[in-house]
């Protein structure tokens, strides 16, 4: 990547957000922030579906004539094919309008280097416990509706099977089967390891997820009060669970939202 290419350019980065959770927003923020201290953009914001400013507003905050827009979302599906789209009224990959270039990138869910991240993740959460005796269960929402969230959580399944790191490597859900509230029923491994395939530690990963898993009899009041990441392993089931933080929240995906800009932009 030539930062030089953008240094008159703006990044627009399109998370989802929420009305019920503050947090939610958060991690695209300090994504948008990382890249702005690095200064390869001339302009760095953000946008979102529950949140101000909105998808419709953003374009008209940037100045610049050239903008990439980046959605931060965990797969392709509604909001990246339909909302963003249909919100900030782009033709395609490429929407020239009002005499600026406005570039559609891919979502940051679909690059290659998510792998990666995952796999950092399941270690941090279990350094001491080895991964030849460990299931590791990468978890999405699941849903009818939406055939790409299961899709994208196979996905990763295949590719890090494919290390061979470890003996076991399932997808689970919240909402169709696999059921993750059943996770010992299809594992055979001493030690499981859960990773929740999310852009945000939100009311899933915190709250849904913990009392699925039967860490929590109910859902936790707060992101701040949980105490759900800090004691891992959980003797649940006969078997030691190691619980992780959504995947968006690592700080390696503001270098993914920068390749995706990239490999948006037309060759020099």
Known sequence: MNPSRFKNSALVIAGHGSTLNPNSSLPTLRHADEIRRRGVFAEVACCFWKEEPSYREVVRMVDSAEIFVVPNFISEGYFTRTIIPREMELAGPVTKRDGRTIRYCEPTGNHPRVTNLLLAEARAVAPVVPTSETSLLIVGHGTELDRNSA???????????????????????????????????????????????????GLHSYQNIPVL?????????????????????????????????????DPGFADIILDQAAAAAPPA
């Open 151 to 201: 899709a994208a959580a196979q996905l990763q399944v295949r590719r890090i099977a494919a290390t061979g790191l470890y003996p076991e490597v399932l997808a689970a859900y919240m909402e169709e089967a696999p059921l993750i509230r059943e996770w010992d029923l299809f594992t055979s491994q001493p030690n499981v390891v859960v990773v929740p395939f999310f852009i945000a530690d």
């Open 213 to 249: 898993l039967g860490i929590e009899d109910e859902p936790v009041a707060a992101l701040s009060q949980a105490e759900v990441f800090r004691h891992n392993p959980h003797r649940l089931r006969g078997r030691n669970l190691s619980y992780g933080s959504a995947i968006g929240t």
